[in-house]
């Protein structure tokens, strides 16, 4: 059984109707934990056993007669299901800093837009609309939207700010990639939770307004393409990145005046085949 046939959360029915998110260490061991799989719905048996980590798993079949049926998602339906419902607390998150990197002809430069922080999210929309697009989450800082999607092996994000132009001055926009969630502990909730609001791994900008601003001002700060003042510094920069080679070369050379029989072997070795281990 792989980490992946493992349920981490199960969909938890009360007595009133009300359905929530709970993880196996929340509930009763066996069949009695009352929880199905929010992908298809089978009843789910809580396993606490010794050996394996703590997990759900669908419920077995009684007999052969019994339709087998098999859900393939139910590991990242349950675990995207879990974080929405962790959103909806008042909570703080841990944002990473965003590079952007900007193409022009000849040059290539790294932009910082944001530097890493911590932000309280005043209000929360779980899967809601904005702008006519869904979103996994809404949450608000200072009254200014965030819009959070969640990334999966099984779910890529392709969203942009083109998707929201009505609000390029305003809205921010970034994905959280769930995948390298793992059950490692007895804890699932609170690892998921360390995973979606204290670290950084996994997150990634997808736009913020003040890129437009730090693009203008690198745009109007490089001189014209079709300018002498262009060509004359980038040929400039060629020749010191060929200067560069030409030394590389040079010491390459003079080193191997003292190289030994084996060691110009090795060389020779990697030049005809790349790294070649020296033990092989």
Same mark, same amino acid.
């Not at 890493?116 to 209000?123: D, F, I, K, P, T």
């Not at 994000?157 to 390029?168: A, L």
């Not at 080679?245 to 084996?262: G, H, M, P, Y």
């Given at each position: 059984?792989?980490?992946?046939?493992?349920?981490?959360?199960?969909?938890?029915?009360?007595?009133?109707?009300?359905?929530?998110?709970?993880?196996?260490?929340?509930?009763?061991?066996?069949?009695?934990?009352?929880?199905?799989?929010?992908?298809?719905?089978?009843?789910?048996?809580?396993?606490?056993?010794?050996?394996?980590?703590?997990?759900?798993?669908?419920?077995?079949?009684?007999?052969?007669?019994?339709?087998?049926v098999?859900c393939?998602?139910s590991?990242?339906?349950?675990?995207?299901?879990?974080?929405?419902?962790?959103?909806?607390?008042?909570?703080?998150?841990?944002?990473?800093?965003?590079?952007?990197?900007m193409? #022009?002809?000849?040059? !290539?430069?790294?932009?910082?837009?944001?530097n890493? +922080? @911590?932000?309280? &999210? $005043?209000?929360v929309?779980?899967e809601?609309?904005?702008?006519?697009?869904?979103?996994?989450?809404?949450?608000?800082?200072?009254?200014?939207?965030?819009?959070?999607?969640?990334?999966?092996?099984?779910?890529r994000?392709?969203?942009?700010?083109?998707?929201?132009? #009505?609000?390029?001055d !305003?809205?921010?926009?970034?994905?959280?990639?769930? +995948? @390298?969630?793992? &059950? $490692?502990?007895?804890?699932?909730?609170?690892?998921?939770?360390?995973?979606?609001?204290?670290?950084?791994?996994?997150?990634?900008?997808?736009?913020?307004?003040?890129?437009?601003?730090?693009?203008?001002?690198?745009?109007?700060?490089?001189?014209?393409?079709?300018?002498?003042?262009?060509?004359?510094?980038?040929?400039?920069?060629?020749?010191?990145?060929?200067?560069?080679?030409?030394?590389?070369?040079?010491?390459?050379?003079?080193?191997?005046?003292?190289?030994?029989?084996?060691?110009?072997?090795?060389?020779?070795?990697?030049?005809?085949?790349?790294?070649?281990?020296?033990?092989?």
């Open positions: 059984m792989s980490g992946y046939d493992r349920v981490p959360f199960g969909l938890l029915i009360d007595s009133n109707g009300g359905k929530k998110f709970v993880a196996v260490d929340e509930v009763c061991s066996g069949l009695v934990c009352g929880c199905i799989c929010p992908s298809c719905e089978i009843p789910l048996v809580a396993k606490k056993g010794d050996i394996y980590t703590w997990h759900f798993a669908h419920k077995p079949r009684k007999s052969k007669n019994e339709l087998d098999t393939e998602y590991y990242h339906v349950s675990l995207v299901a879990m974080a929405k419902q962790l959103f909806t607390s008042g909570i703080s998150i841990n944002l990473p800093t965003y590079m952007l990197r193409n #022009n002809i000849g040059f !290539s430069s790294l932009l910082k837009i944001f890493a +922080s @911590s932000v309280v &999210l $005043e209000r929309e779980v809601a609309y904005f702008d006519h697009q869904f979103v996994d989450v809404i949450g608000y800082v200072n009254n200014i939207p965030l819009l959070i999607y969640f990334e999966h092996t099984e779910k994000v392709d969203v942009t700010e083109s998707n929201f132009i #009505n609000y390029k !305003s809205v921010r926009i970034i994905k959280i990639d769930i +995948s @390298s969630f793992y &059950l $490692e502990s007895k804890q699932a909730r609170q690892e998921l939770a360390d995973l979606l609001f204290n670290s950084l791994n996994g997150k990634q900008w997808i736009y913020h307004p003040r890129q437009i601003e730090k693009i203008k001002n690198i745009e109007e700060s490089l001189p014209n393409p079709t300018s002498k003042e262009w060509s004359l510094g980038y040929q400039a920069a060629q020749q010191v990145y060929q200067n560069k080679v030409d030394a590389t070369k040079r010491l390459s050379k003079k080193n191997r005046k003292n190289e030994t029989i084996e060691e110009m072997r090795v060389r020779l070795l990697n030049e005809l085949f790349g790294d070649v281990d020296d033990d092989e």
